[in-house]
């Protein structure tokens, strides 16, 4: 199998072989068993719109084409295969069943290791009963909610699988998502995304294939409390329908997400050592789908190969500042993912087809222990809190999520917006500014100034909404080269350790972890 990378590729391009071909000038009877491996849209010129591809195949003679076109860079590739690893007499306990937790355990009982899986929210229909109640009247479920139940936060996401992290153990993950329901093109897409209506199902499947191969999955159950004893793990305390049962797991896997704070607290008050973290907050800006799509691809905006189009943009501001667009959700709309009493969160959701009116994306500004009003490990939580519940009041004090136009919030010209914010429960007009300090405000304002500098008309006729404050974990936990904090046993990973950011990064990390388990503390994982 030779694998070429990078060939031009037209929109209406039906025949790879025929591609192939032509850049090697060999007759496409030759070239067989044709696999595309990526794909990626090239908008750089509005005027000729077109992929770029790579592609693996079989042909004769492979080691002779490979040295016959050097410039190329042709080389021969062997299918990656992740091993399963051979199981030990421990019992596990993984505690949230995130990307993170979810492939800890899912590798876990692949090698039919004793695993328990646990919970605090619902299994995912249940769940999405919840959030679409919580959508219709406001009634708020604390332990099952946009953050907290099967598949994690990112269940009611976009499903983007990016991550700039170089890893063979990608493939395996993508694969995974694949045989478990996700749609085939995220094994070749330059930016493959799984979409909320398919993740549903797949973080069900992947659930019952932990079953089936012998783990056990409790839902509504929360870790509570845990007993040390000379800096080791000796058991764990467990919520279930109000009651208490206490497990004694051999080690405990920690990926509890990053919304988990009461969590973060118990663990702290037991000794877990943690520190502070960065990470970003801002609001939600909202542009027609239409809009975009002319912006990123011009005459080609409807061409029917090409799906709703994204974009992605970072500035630096006078005061050093960096913003920047995250979480972009092309064809999506924003959500409602608050999940404490009192306080109002946003993000973005897509589904598979990304064919919504609106695109939305996280505008964003890092903040970080010294914007935060002491040095206390769970500050960044307290930071975060404050701006949900000023958001909360902002909206009504009834989920409601507060709105204002750009332009307002710059202080110009007003024009009706035909950009409609419908975020459920619902919307109300009010003046974002009161959410963040006058810092954090001008530098939001001079980084929309400048991302309207690249991308024009960015600032017009759009929306913004608030807050989003959930952009990545606010702590960090410590752990050594084995995984395992200061505390021996107990394993924290993932986006609410500190140690991700994203699905598929998190996914990356409770692989090692289940690596590690399975080959012994001593052994370290190697990309």
Known sequence: MIRINNLKVSLDTKDYRQVISQQLNISK????????????????????????????????????????????????????????????????????????????????????????????????????????????????????????????????????????????????????????????????????????????????????????????????????????????????????????MTMKPDRLVLAIGHSARDTYEMLYQRGLKMEPKAFAVGLRIEHLQSFINEHQYGKYANHPKLKAADYKLAVKTSSGRGVYTFCMCPGGRVINSSSESGGVVVNGMSNQARDDTNANSAILVTVGPDDFKDDHPLSGVTYQRDLEHKAFILGGSNYHIPVMKVEDYLMKQVNESTVKCGVLPGVKEADLNALFSPEINASLKEGLELMNQKFSGFTSNAILSGVESRSSAPVRFYRDESYQSNIKGIYPIGEGAGYAGGIMSSALDGLKCSELILKGEKEKCQS
């Open 29 to 244: 009877n030759k070239i067989k068993n044709v696999k595309l491996v990526k794909k990626a849209v090239d908008a750089r010129r509005k005027n000729k719109v077109h992929f770029v591809c790579s592609f693996e195949f079989e042909i004769d003679n492979e080691e002779m084409i490979i040295k016959k076109y050097p410039k190329l860079q042709l080389r021969q590739v062997k299918p990656y295969h992740y091993p399963v690893l051979k199981a030990n007499d421990e019992h596990i306990v993984v505690v949230g069943s995130g990307p993170a937790g979810l492939f800890c355990a899912y590798n876990l009982a692949r090698a039919k290791q004793k695993v328990t899986l646990i919970e605090r929210g619902s299994k995912v229909d249940k769940r999405k009963e919840d959030i679409d109640n919580f959508f219709k009247t406001g009634k708020l479920l604390l332990n099952s909610n946009v953050q907290f139940g099967e598949g994690g936060a990112g269940t009611f996401s976009d499903g983007k699988l990016t991550t700039g992290v170089k890893d063979k153990r990608k493939q395996f993950i993508l694969e995974t998502f694949v045989a478990h329901g996700a749609n085939e093109d995220i094994l070749y897409m330059n930016k493959p995304h799984v979409g909320t209506d398919y993740l549903i199902n797949v973080v069900k499947s992947m659930r019952e294939k932990i079953i089936e191969n012998g783990g056990t999955v409790l839902f509504d159950s929360q870790l509570v409390d845990i007993e040390i004893k000379d800096q080791h793990l000796v058991n764990i305390k467990v919520r279930q329908q109000d009651q208490i």
